[in-house]
């Protein structure tokens, strides 16, 4: 794959108040990757995410999304970004339809909602409330809002948090048609199951710095060739794979 930058990130630094979140990190994205931000608990993930987004004020550096510099065009990063909304928008007693057809209208697009909620593998639920959604369900449908702009760049931040394994397998495979119709994703997530399987190229971010990135396999190389060794693995299967064996037949059709 060609590696054309879609977002470079040089410098950036965000204080909140005497406390740096955000210690001048330096990345690009590159067009059509699934990029992941891996990291603890307050490393500064949702931070860089969110100053990218538009949502949150940098305290210094530089953003670039597809051209555009984040000081001077902030609304033209807007329109080419799909964002999850928070889901306090997703008034419960809307039914789905309902509900894209109010998120269509803030952002003034022409959307079938019918054919938005196919992308997402949810037509069947066009005519059931948010509420009566199952988790993988409700993220389901949280990502078909994100693609309601039609975005060249989607920002998901754990959006598998919370959902059994079936559910995550089938936001996987979601994730990774959104990427093959040419959006490019940036995802946080604590699996690094997760992160190994989906993510073209990883950051591993803490304490406000970026301390790795890279494929997920040259990673595991570079590890392995410092003379890393861990306990052989003794059985062929775990029981995540008991699980899915058992339970999972179905996990596509969700
Ligand atoms: P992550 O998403 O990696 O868990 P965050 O970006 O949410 O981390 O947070 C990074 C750090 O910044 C954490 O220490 C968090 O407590 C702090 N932080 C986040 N948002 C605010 C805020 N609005 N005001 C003060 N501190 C914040
Ligand atoms: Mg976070």
Known sequence: MPSKAIITVKD??????????VKGISFEVYEGEIFGLLGPNGAGKSTTLEIIETLRNKTSGTVIVDGVNLEEAPEEIK????????????????????????????????????????????????????????????????????????????????????????????????????????????????????????CDRVAIVDSGKIIAINTPSSLIDELVATGF???????????????IQLTGKEWREE
Do not use: C
């Open 79 to 198: 329109k080419m970004i799909g964002v999850q909304l928070q889901t306090s928008g997703f008034y419960p007693n809307l039914n789905l339809t309902e509900l894209i057809h109010l998120f269509v209208g803030l952002y003034q697009s022409e959307v079938d909602p019918l054919e938005l909620l196919k992308k997402v593998n949810l037509e069947d639920k066009a005519k059931a409330k948010y509420k009566e959604l199952s988790g993988g369900q409700k993220q389901r449908f949280s990502i078909a809002t994100t693609l309601i702009n039609k975005p060249k760049i989607i920002f998901l931040d754990e959006p598998t948090t919370g959902l059994d394994p079936q559910a995550r397998r089938n936001l996987w495979d979601l994730i990774k048609e959104i990427r093959n119709n040419a959006t490019t994703v940036i995802i946080t997530t604590h699996y690094m199951d997760e992160a190994e399987i989906l």
């Open 229 to 243: 060794e861990k306990e052989k693995v003794v059985k062929n299967a775990n029981l995540e794979d008991v699980f």
């Open 12 to 21: 950036l630094v965000k204080s909140y108040g005497d406390f740096e979140a």
